[in-house]
């Protein structure tokens, strides 16, 4: 273990009662913390997530299966997805984002540690809005019922004819609070990358994490913002009468898809870029070199987040936009493709001629390329509208973003985890269970997600609760069914697997991977104010500056 | 890896970053600009696509008064800053008084205006579409000079108290950019609302 002895205070023994700790974990505004609160309540909805999809993909398995009702399947897909997008995966992030960021910047806490707990509190109380729409929907006599009007709500379906009761409301205002709070982080991202960098560290000495989270951050200002604005508007609509999408009216239903995707379509590069941050940190230290392209890797970021404001619209091709805004859309999602690319491409060269070690978050990280790169490759093929107008609203539609979301981000932040875990516990994971998450992880991905592009193809449209047998999707509807049981078993392995490393792991030390960012140079956990002396960075690796004073980075860069 | 010999070398660096706070500031104003840039849109979008009446014609009449009075105080609250760095406390309470005036006054020219349009010409947010759109963008923008003012007051109870010192002139400084985007987006809402959407 490290040679300094500074650890938490010592007034944290067992004597102190679980309503002291519980209020300590309540009050708290340290960035660790708080990481850790959003991590494992978005670990909670993963679940809650992850139990509604099995409860589609069970009606699914068969033709004619009669698992769950069409109005409970309604209810299913629409809290799946508004979920796993503002209740799983955003949090996920931020508070990864959270725990690393002030570590890898060599700062003692973010920019605003107040704000930060503000922003986790909203995104918790938006959640448990969402939630509470199962008891309080119909005002709180009788059974309630879920948002049933799917995760980007097409108006006038939210209208007060169509969704009575209040199931919308709360679909709306859960988005609404957690949007705040999520804005208020992205602030104070920003805030904490521009403000708060260790003497030395300048934007090009950077860790790939942080500038890709910046990027995120700012992303996240230009499009949630939009998605508030879109909500406060619907809420006029369906509290005050007013007619921003209401077309008896003249109010316009297509308004609400801009304003939507103009959120929504920025929203999966908020996700993705992360992911990408996470690839960039992990993929060097197993491959034992530095970044390729460093340069080039920040300027692929901020032309994703240029371009990924101006692509909204590939949404809404089936929509009927006319020729000159379609061609608009092709070429600007055509050209995303590119600085993605790029990414990948130097992810590859980064790992040419390493010596790479095969532990669980390499593992990760190298299905994430192949599996980003197919879809990838399924996101161009939908670019160009004909083809579109053909797949639009099909099940290859949900293959493709689940090969995003799942294939690319979930893989990444699995990759994350188990690379940052000796981190935050102070405890090594198991490697055997970490390989065997994987494994399984990996086989029910490729049966589900591979085979759902078949159907979709086949014609098979999304959101349907059931279908005739005949059509010849019902072989691959059970194929993808029981994928789900793969990975819902490697789930639980997880689960298991981070239970089982923190009451029983071994020691893992300050730096278990001989890795090159700050974060590896203060003891695992790291103490509350982070650093015992704030650092002076020379190059953007500077602890293999410190191990290897003969050879330093700083002479090269 | 040994960790003995990681200790961090300590600091001699000529090191200088930009302040959080107008960094954060500047963030946020980001974000509340996209908010604008969706109700603006709407409102063009909108524009002559009602189906009932009243119009913009009938019942708007561009508030020029008020602007002047909106506009005058990001030159007001600028006085107060400037006079703040210079230790003259009196002055800058002076101009702040001034500043919270000429906000209050013109959020009582939107009130007189909403009362006008409700009572004498029945227009109301469910009335038509220029309805909608009309109370909502205006009515976000009056709701942020709420919170300028609130904020401002705020400061005001401060220097009355003799709280506001020369260190807080970065703080004061942050707060007047958010009034300066304030005044900066009525600009805007103005030009659609009273130009453009007549």
Redesign the interface.
Known sequence: ????SIAWPSTTGESRSFVDHLHEWITTVDHKRLGILYIVYALVFLVIGGVEATVMRIQLIRPHNDFVSPQVFNRMFTMHGTTMIFFVAMPILFGFANYLIPLMI?ARDM??PR?NAFGFWMTAFGGLLLYFSLVGANGLYGAGNAPDVGWFAYAPLTSQTFSVGHSTDFWTLALLVSGFGS?GT???I???V???????MTLAKMPLFAWLNLVM??LV??????L???Q??LL?DRY?????FDTQ????AV?WMH?FW?FGHPEVYVLVLPAFAFASEIIPVFSRKAIFGYPVMVGATVAIGFISMSVWAHHMFTVGMGANVNTFFVISTMAIAVPTGIKIFNWLATMWGGKIEFKTPMLFCIAFLFQFLIAGLTGVMMSAAPFDWQLGNSYFVVAHFHYVIVGGILFTLFAAFYYWFPKMSGKMYSETLGKLHFWLFLIGFHLTFDFMHIPGLLGMPRRIYTYEPGRGWDTWNSIVTIGVFFQAAGILVFLGNLLWSYYRGKDA???PW?AWT?EW?TNSPPPAYN??????VKSRR??WD??HPDDPDWKYE | ?N???????????E?R????GR??MS??I???A??F???VV?YL??VG???SGPTPRDVLSPPFFYTFCLLSSSLTIHFASRSLRRWSFRSFGAWWLVTITLGAIFLYGTASEWHRLIYRDGLT??T??F???Y??LVG?HGFHVVVGLACLGTVMVFTLFGAVKQEHAERIDVLSLYWHFVDAVWIVVFTVVYVIGR
């Open positions: 273990m490290s040679t300094e060599g920019a605003f704000l804005i992205a602030i104070n920003v805030a904490t521009l403000c708060l960098r260790c003497p030395g951050a700012g200002i230009l499009a949630v913002s939009p508030t604005a879109a406060v508007m006029l005050l009468g007013a007619h921003f009216a003249g109010g316009s308004i304003f103009i030390g300050s730096d001989d700050l140079s650093f015992h002396l704030i650092p002076t500077p602890l410190l191990k | 890896m960790t003995a010999d990681l200790t961090l070398p300590k600091t001699e660096l090191w970053l930009p302040s959080r960094v954060g963030a946020l980001a974000a509340e996209a908010i840039t969706i109700f709407a979008f909108y696509k009602s189906l947010i469910s038509n579409l309805g909608t759109t109370y909502s976000l």
